[in-house]
């Protein structure tokens, strides 16, 4: 019987690809779209395998599986799947970690020069026939705009996604201060990264950015004693991590009381959108989460979580396991095509 694995909730994802990589070992690919458990479960259930970058993998779910061996996650992306669980029931729980971490530092540092640069605020200037003669006048509305360089960038977490942005920033000469209790002082020094407190990080940052995962612990880690300690001339910047990282309300409440200067954003909490108040603030710049979005990297998604399913079927294991606890419980043993 061929394995079947099920592209789950992967959209825009061209499947094609993960059909031609997964036909190395016969396997069969059913893409699916599913909105609930009880969805997930119906067409997961007999799967050997699943590929996923949404939707609730909860214990329900996962104590649901009658085959599956390997769940192979997109990037870091392991939201509402249940890790603990799947350990138990000795699934072994991947991801692809840097299929996308040039995409997220690029559109990190187009935020931070757009922030800079005061390029949306000029934009609306233009449109609104604002700008005349008068040159001197509009010198004067995009000020205070200090020079990049020299500038220091923060960076709350030093993963993939932080070291690469730190490199780009050399380019501009800015300084990069970082905070990461699970790294080595040294780390990115390579890089002209200095590590440090979150006080200091939090206190120096000209340009704030949040490279953290969420997690019980980070849940609303941005909150307002922390953005109280913020430069008033500052800017918070998120690219990479979920919404539910910042607690928006004191977010638009520093925005609006201009305890920062601004902020950029690629994903937010509050739902629906139309009824979050940063939209109708001007100093925020905000995107549809699409900060890993090229078409290199989702090229990148479609053959890397692919590769980790034939790897592992083939009986090696997967370069990042999520629970390496689980290889206590699982004996690789290759399938033949």
Same mark, same amino acid.
């Given at each position: 019987?061929?394995?079947?694995?099920?592209?789950?909730?992967?959209?825009?994802?061209?499947?094609?690809?993960?059909?031609?990589?997964?036909?190395?070992?016969?396997?069969?690919?059913?893409?699916?779209?599913?909105?609930?458990?009880?969805?997930?479960?119906?067409?997961?259930?007999?799967?050997?395998?699943?590929? #996923?970058? /949404?939707?609730? $993998?909860? &214990? @329900? =779910?996962?104590?649901?599986?009658? *085959?599956?061996?390997?769940?192979?996650? !997109?990037?870091?992306?392991?939201?509402?799947?249940?890790?603990?669980?799947?350990?138990?029931?000795?699934?072994?729980?991947?991801?692809?970690?840097?299929?996308?971490?040039?995409?997220?530092?690029?559109?990190?540092?187009?935020?931070?020069?757009?922030?800079?640069?005061?390029?949306?605020?000029?934009?609306?200037?233009?449109?609104?026939?604002?700008?005349?003669?008068?040159?001197?006048?509009?010198?004067?509305?995009?000020?205070?705009?200090?020079?990049?360089?020299?500038?220091?960038?923060?960076?709350?977490?030093?993963? #993939?996604? /932080?070291?690469? $942005?730190? &490199? @780009? =920033?050399?380019?501009?000469?800015? *300084?990069?201060?970082?905070?990461?209790? !699970?790294?080595?002082?040294?780390?990115?020094?390579?890089?002209?990264?200095?590590?440090?407190?979150?006080?200091?990080?939090?206190?120096?940052?000209?340009?704030?950015?949040?490279?953290?995962?969420?997690?019980?612990?980070?849940?609303?880690?941005?909150?307002?004693?922390?953005?109280?300690?913020?430069?008033?001339?500052?800017?918070?910047?998120?690219?990479?991590?979920?919404?539910?990282?910042?607690?928006?309300?004191?977010?638009?409440?520093?925005?609006?009381?201009?305890?920062?200067?601004?902020?950029?954003?690629?994903?937010?909490?509050?739902?629906? $959108?139309?009824?979050?108040?940063?939209?109708?603030?001007?100093?925020?710049?905000?995107?549809?989460?699409?900060?890993?979005?090229?078409?290199?990297?989702?090229?990148?998604?479609?053959?890397?979580?692919?590769?980790?399913?034939?790897?592992?079927?083939?009986?090696?294991?997967?370069?990042?396991?999520?629970?390496?606890?689980?290889?206590?419980?699982?004996?690789?043993?290759?399938?033949?095509?």
């Amino acid at each position: 019987m061929a394995l079947k694995v099920v592209h789950l909730n992967m959209k825009p994802v061209d499947p094609e690809t993960s059909r031609r990589i997964l036909g190395q070992i016969g396997a069969q690919v059913v893409v699916a779209e599913c909105e609930t458990e009880e969805q997930v479960i119906q067409v997961c259930r007999d799967a050997d395998a699943i590929m #996923r970058v /949404g939707g609730s $993998l909860s &214990r @329900k =779910v996962i104590e649901s599986l009658e *085959r599956c061996r390997i769940i192979s996650c !997109y990037a870091v992306d392991i939201d509402g799947l249940d890790v603990a669980a799947a350990t138990e029931k000795g699934i072994v729980v991947t991801f692809a970690p840097d299929s996308s971490t040039e995409e997220v530092s690029d559109h990190a540092m187009a935020f931070m020069l757009a922030l800079g640069r005061k390029l949306f605020f000029y934009d609306r200037v233009v449109r609104a026939h604002q700008w005349g003669e008068d040159h001197t006048a509009i010198v004067r509305m995009g000020r205070p705009m200090p020079r990049l360089r020299g500038l220091t960038v923060g960076s709350i977490g030093l993963g #993939r996604a /932080g070291l690469a $942005l730190a &490199r @780009k =920033v050399q380019a501009f000469g800015m *300084r990069f201060l970082a905070y990461d209790p !699970y790294i080595k002082p040294d780390a990115g020094r390579e890089l002209g990264v200095e590590t440090a407190d979150l006080d200091r990080v939090l206190r120096e940052s000209d340009f704030l950015h949040l490279n953290i995962p969420l997690n019980k612990e980070t849940h609303h880690f941005v909150d307002a004693p922390k953005l109280r300690k913020m430069k008033a001339t500052a800017y918070l910047i998120n690219s990479t991590a979920r919404g539910q990282i910042i607690d928006e309300e004191a977010l638009y409440k520093a925005l609006k009381e201009k305890w920062i200067a601004g902020a950029a954003l690629d994903n937010l909490e509050k739902r629906p $959108l139309e009824q979050n108040p940063l939209l109708k603030l001007d100093n925020v710049i905000l995107t549809p989460h699409v900060c890993h979005i090229s078409d290199t990297s989702y090229e990148d998604l479609a053959r890397r979580v692919s590769e980790d399913v034939v790897r592992f079927f083939k009986g090696e294991w997967p370069p990042v396991v999520v629970n390496p606890k689980v290889k206590e419980k699982v004996r690789l043993q290759p399938v033949s095509a």
